[in-house]
């Protein structure tokens, strides 16, 4: 059982708001997952040529105390562009108009010990262990700006409790999705992805359900297109919830078995697993709520 909660503003005003308005959905779900919690959110996107890498470094002797500074001045001088770093304890987001797959290959060499969240123009990723009060409070999630997010709050039933198997997943870029329910047959996913070059980082199910849909991105699907081929291969019980760098997606599985509610409004529009983290929202009272349909597609855009 975990929880799960997205917000996307329509409202400009509102994207000031985001991390304030989104914070009691998520600790509204900690019942349904206390272990570990995480958030994806997206912003403006940085400049042409950029590309933005969210870190974690609390997988290393050093922790909060590792040196990102001296890290980001150390990529800029070997790769010769400069790199800037926004760091919040054991989390940071890197910026640097090198290519992102270069950057990933010399912190893989240099830094080993880094775990790399999430790579985009628009994505900040942040995950740990902790209650979702917890990890909210670390990392400020109730000052965090932008358009649209997706949270996740774990109860881990099928791998360890560690930052790396909490949620969101990414994979690509600007893509990143969130679970609650169990897949019957991620190692099928595997076997079908890993000759094609796909690696996976853990042994969690949501890994191979992220992975496959941004392959079919990455092939041409549109979203929806995506979407319909995960009907067809990814089985089990599931309610997704997806973010892009432009829009939130969310489908349930043929049964529906896990739950889902929605509230939309002209300024926003708000989901979670549970009513009670919608009901704190500026005049949900007007809201239009309905739970989602089985095996439909969702799709809301900034």
């Known amino acids: 059982m975990c929880g799960i909660v997205g917000l996307l503003v329509k409202k400009p005003a509102l994207r000031e708001r985001l991390g304030e308005m989104m914070v009691p959905m998520l600790i509204g779900m900690t019942e349904r997952g206390p272990d570990s919690a995480g958030l994806a959110v997206f912003g403006a996107p940085v400049g042409e040529h950029e590309r933005k890498i969210s870190l974690y470094s609390g997988l290393m002797a050093d922790g909060a105390r590792f040196n990102w500074q001296d890290m980001a001045r150390e990529l800029g001088a070997r790769l010769g562009v400069a790199a800037r770093v926004a760091a919040s304890g054991n989390h940071a987001i890197l910026t640097t108009a090198i290519d992102a797959e270069t950057v990933k290959r010399w912190l893989a060499e240099q830094y080993p010990g880094l775990f790399i969240l999430s790579t985009g123009k628009s994505i900040d990723l942040y995950k740990d262990i902790g209650t979702p009060a917890e990890v909210a409070n670390r990392y400020g999630f109730d000052k965090l700006k932008g358009t649209h997010l997706v949270g996740h709050t774990r109860m881990a039933t099928e791998s360890a409790v560690t930052p790396d ?23 099928g996913i595997r076997r ?19 992975r496959f849909l941004e392959w079919r991105l990455r092939e041409g699907d549109t979203l929806e297109d995506a979407l319909k081929k995960g009907f067809e291969e990814l089985d089990g019980f599931y309610t997704f919830l997806m973010g892009t760098g432009d829009a939130l997606a969310l489908i349930r599985d043929p049964f529906a078995c896990k739950p889902a509610v929605v509230a939309e409004t002209d300024d926003y529009v708000a989901i979670a697993s549970e ?8 005049d949900i009272e007007n809201a239009h709520v309905f739970e989602p349909a089985p095996e439909e597609m969702y799709v809301w855009k900034i």
């Open 165 to 187: 198997r909490a949620h969101p997943f990414t994979a690509g870029e600007d893509f990143c999705l969130v679970h609650n329910g169990s897949l019957s047959n991620p190692y």
């Open 192 to 210: 079908k992805l890993e000759p094609r070059g796909i690696h996976f980082e853990t042994d969690n199910d949501t890994e191979a359900a992220c």
């Open 275 to 282: 009513f009670r983290s919608l009901a704190h929202l500026p």
